[in-house]
């Protein structure tokens, strides 16, 4: 989503929402970024982590 507000307007902010304890962690599942491209690069790598660092997905 682009933050239209504040000091940060103009930004791309990018978040996961999931019960999963570890996203829990201070900033582990949401940021911003400085362009639309960005922010969807930071969402899948932050993404493709969790899911690598799942047991069920792990081969």
């Not at 999931?18 to 491209?37: E, W």
Request: avoid cysteine; proline fraction near 2%; glycine fraction near 10%.
């Amino acid at each position: 989503m682009k933050n239209q507000w504040g000091s940060l307007s103009g930004t791309w902010f990018w978040s996961i929402s999931t019960s999963d304890p570890r996203f829990r962690r201070h900033g582990g599942q949401r940021g911003n970024a400085g362009t639309k491209d960005e922010a969807v690069f930071k969402l899948e790598r932050e993404f493709t982590r969790f899911m690598a660092e799942t047991e069920k997905y792990r081969r």
